[in-house]
């Protein structure tokens, strides 16, 4: 079975100062991992995914993520944050047997201060 | 805008009443998978169907059912409802089937059970 856990349901940042949203996975076979936003109200959007190409992945608004399948890992960072990256974030994760189902984690409240 | 439309917004009901939720995906897509987001269960995959046929289940409950009509259009129906039911349904869509394809969330509907 799969499964994702986001350490750290809030992280706070200063406007500028580096974003970074753990995830960690389980899976018992090659895992597709993905990071989507919600903004308040409304549903989710795609920030950026990993389909076993490149384990450096870089998505929409600044945002990336490498995949470390030594750490079981999958951390979304952005080197400076704005205040418009204010949202809640979540990981997610399919695999080629599960006919696109997602398992999600548990969701990042991010909060930038200015 | 995802593309992907759900009716209603807003519903609000009374215990043990039955209502359909409807969704539209976006152009194209054949898939379509309903998930219920609540404050407890965080994001859950309840169903999928794929070109008008039933493909994945997850944690969905028998007084739930849902279909795809040969529109690709999909309907989520919650019967005897509870206060539990609570929630924020999305559905979401997909061209195909495979673990790397994206989903587009719709804005989701969200249920009130009182």
């Known amino acids: 079975a799969q499964s994702v856990t986001q350490l750290g349901s809030h992280v706070s940042v200063s406007e500028g100062a580096l974003v970074l949203l753990r995830c960690n996975y389980s899976?018992?076979?090659?895992?597709?991992l993905f990071w989507y936003v919600q903004y308040p109200n409304q549903g989710l959007q795609l920030l950026l995914k990993?389909?076993?190409?490149?384990?450096l992945v870089k998505g929409i608004n600044g945002f990336e993520a490498e995949f470390k399948k030594s750490e079981t890992s999958f951390h979304l960072t952005k080197p400076s944050a704005h205040m418009s990256d204010a949202a809640e974030y979540f990981c997610?994760?399919?695999?080629?047997?599960?006919?696109?189902?997602?398992?999600f984690g548990q969701g990042t409240i991010l909060t930038v201060h200015p | 805008d995802s593309g992907v439309t759900q009716t209603p917004k807003h519903l609000i009901t009374a215990t043990g009443q039955r209502v359909t939720l409807r969704c539209s995906p976006r152009?194209?897509?054949?898939?379509v998978y309903w998930y219920q987001q609540s404050l407890d269960q965080g994001l859950q995959f309840l169903i999928q169907?794929?070109?008008?046929?039933?493909?994945a289940k997850g944690n969905i409950l028998e007084r739930f059912s849902a279909q795809q009509f040969p529109d690709l259009h999909s309907e989520l129906n919650l019967s005897s409802l509870e206060l539990g039911d609570s929630a924020l349904y999305f559905c979401?869509?997909?061209?195909?089937?495979?673990?790397?394809?994206?989903?587009?969330f719709g804005p989701g509907t969200r249920l009130t059970v009182l």
């Open positions: 979401a869509s997909s061209f195909g089937l495979a673990g790397t394809d994206t989903q587009y």
């Open positions: 899976s018992s076979v090659p895992p597709y």
């Open positions: 990993y389909t076993s190409a490149a384990t």
């Open positions: 997610a994760v399919s695999d080629h047997s599960s006919y696109g189902k997602l398992t």
């Open positions: 152009s194209g897509d054949l898939s």
């Open positions: 169907y794929y070109n008008g046929e039933e493909r």
